[in-house]
Structures are given as C-alpha cells and as structure tokens.
C-alpha cells in the first residue's frame, strides 16, 4: 500500500508540474503575441506618455486660467501643440526631403558641385586667407579634395537619404503621439493611480516615491532638455530657411541632435552668421547674427529655469540615450532614447543608494 501511494503521489506532482509547465508556456505565448501585435504602436504610445508627463504642469496651468474642465482643457491643449509644432516641422522636414533628393540626384548624375567663395571670406579674421584657399580648391575640383573624407561623406548621404525617407512617417508618429497624450492628460489622475499601482507592485513601499521621482525626472527631460533642443531646431531652422542657406533642413536637423545631446549649437550657427555677411546685406546679415545669439543662449537662460531638480544624470548618459534612441528608432527615438535612459539610471542610482544605505544600517546595528 505504502508503494502504491507513493507512485499515486508522484503521478500527481508530476501531472502538476506538466499542469504548470502548459500554463507558464500558454502565458508566455500569449504575452509574446500580444506584444508582437503592438509592436507597431508601441514607441508613439510611449513619446505619448512622455509628452503627457512632460506637459502636465502646463496643461494644468491652462486648465485653471481658463476654468474649462479635464476633457476639455486636454483637447485645447492638445490643438495648441499642433498648431504650435507641426507647422515649423512639416516645413523643415518638407526641406530635409527636397534636400535629400536634389543632393541623392547630383551625387548620382555626377554633377555635385560647390560654388567659389566670396571676395569678403578673404576678410575674416584668423582664418580668411585659410578658408577662402581651402574653399575655393574644394569648388574647383571637389572630389579631389573631399577624397580623404569620401566614405565619410557617403555614410552620411545615405543617412541623410534614410532620414529624409522616414521624415514624413516621423511627423505622422508625431501628430499621433501628441493625441494620445492628449487622451493620457484627460485620463491623468486614473494613469497616475495606474502607475503608482505598478510600481508598488514591482518596488513595494516604496513605489509613490519611485513614482514621483519618476515624473519629475520626466517633467524635467522633457522640459529642460528636448522641449528646449526642439525649441532651438525650430527657430533656427525658420532663419535659416528666411535667409536661403543651403541646406537649411539638414542644418536644422544637426541643431537638434546636437541640442539634444547637450552641444551647444552656437558652433553650427555663428559660423553660418559669418557666412551671412558674405552674401546678404549688411542689415540683414547683422539682423540674422542677433537672431542666432538668441536662440544659440537660449538654452542657457531657459535650462536653469526648467530642468529643476529632477535630472541629474551626466552628459553621456543623455548623449548614449538619444543617439541610441535614434539608431533604433529614428527621429523620435532621439527624444524617447534620452527619456528612458535617464529615466533608467535615475532609478538605478536611487536603487543603488538605498541598497547602500541599507548595508550601512545594518553594520551599524550590528556593531
């Protein structure tokens, strides 16, 4: 008898376990395919949240100035961003693709040419003579002189020609975020029960702080570092269209790599501000050298004010994230990459912290 129920009761730990087994793996398909079928959706949804996040002091500014209730205020505020953002970016992206074609064109035809420069270059302090006998070989026979840089400069024209190609699928990903964000604010306070419900599930006690340190490291990213990079791009890319400098969309979108990651775009716009008295007006040259003064500073007057105290993270953990972000992502994934990095080791450090401070504790309990 004693055998049989043994054999009875391993039977039934073993049908168990085949019980388990069958759950965990129809789980794990359902997961896996479930994911599969967002996949598409997943990145705007995510620059979704960011935005809401980033944008939600605002949006609650607006919404008591005006009186208007949550639904409301989310719609008025989500046509702002719209009409506020996708005008300038549909014209600078517009740019980057006539851009992207006409140099695909020339450098396939043969024909890409680069015009002498003006008399004035010569007048340049320090570098005058230097530029202007660098640039005038470089007009006369530029394959000789871009021989050097020529894979260089190949891996960048079929970046820059992948990048034009995913410009417009990039401003509908973004008219399509900026509305699930305005579904998200009008939903605010049930997504925060939400995600301080997650976090507590993954971090304990600790999950209403985790949480708002979370949305503070967000506010802040988006605010003092992406809100300003895309203010930057914007306005620079608007005076570069006013004053006809070529290439006005792919300048525009080095400005807003380069402000993303924390690099002052005053190297791009004092050079092309000099350029400017070389071929336009004295008024207008100057007029276009103030404009890039302010918006070259502006990210040190406005960077102080609303980066606050969330963000705390070096610089080359919002250079890997965004130029990472973009890599995998493109254009959007500039901005999410730099989110979720920070995010991220934001968190880990606080993790580390209090695992550190733990360990000290309990030294000192001991001893």
């Not at 979704?48 to 996040?53: E, K």
């Not at 079929?158 to 699928?169: H, N, P, Q, V, Y």
């Not at 991220?344 to 695992?355: C, H, I």
């Amino acid at each position: 008898m004693g055998k049989t129920s043994d054999n009875a009761s391993k039977q039934k730990s073993s049908s168990q376990q085949i019980d388990v087994a069958i759950r965990i793996g129809l789980i794990a398909l359902l997961a896996f395919w479930s994911l599969y079928i967002a996949a598409p959706f997943v990145v705007p949804v995510i620059w979704g949240i960011i935005i809401a996040v980033g944008s939600y002091p605002l949006h609650r500014l607006i919404q008591s100035k005006l009186g208007l209730s949550n639904a409301l205020s989310a719609t008025f505020y989500t046509l702002l961003l719209l009409a506020l953002l996708i005008t300038p970016t549909v014209m600078l992206s517009g740019a980057l693709i006539n851009e992207a074609q006409s140099l695909t064109a020339k450098v396939n035809k043969g024909t890409f040419t680069i015009p002498p420069p003006p008399a004035s270059v010569k007048e340049w302090p320090l570098i005058g003579e230097k530029a202007s006998a660098f640039w005038l070989d470089t007009s006369q026979n530029p394959k000789e002189t871009l021989r050097t840089v020529q894979p260089q400069l190949q891996q960048m024209v079929k970046w820059l020609i992948k990048t034009a190609a995913g410009a417009g699928f990039t401003v509908l990903m973004f008219i399509f975020s900026i509305i699930i964000a305005g579904v998200f604010l009008a939903t605010a306070a049930k997504g925060r029960r939400a995600a301080e419900a997650i976090m507590t599930r993954l971090v304990g006690e600790n999950g209403k702080r985790m949480t708002d340190l979370a949305q503070a490291t967000v506010t802040s990213v988006v605010n003092g570092i992406l809100g300003i990079a895309i203010l930057q791009a914007l306005l620079a890319g608007l005076g570069f269209m006013a004053m006809g400098i070529p290439g006005a969309g792919v300048l525009a979108l080095i400005c807003l790599v380069l402000a993303v990651v924390q690099i002052d775009i005053l190297i791009i716009l004092i050079p092309l501000s000099i350029y400017a008295f070389s071929t336009a007006g004295t008024g207008v040259a100057i007029m276009f050298l103030v404009w890039n003064i302010a918006v070259g500073l502006m990210n040190n007057v406005l960077k102080p004010i609303l980066l606050g105290r969330g963000v705390k993270a070096p610089m080359a953990v919002i250079f890997i994230g965004a130029i990472g972000g973009m890599l995998a992502h493109g254009i959007i994934g500039l901005f999410i990459g730099a989110v979720v990095f920070v995010l991220g080791y934001t968190l880990f450090m606080v993790w580390l912290d209090e695992a550190d401070t733990a360990s000290t504790t309990g030294k000192s309990s001991t001893s």
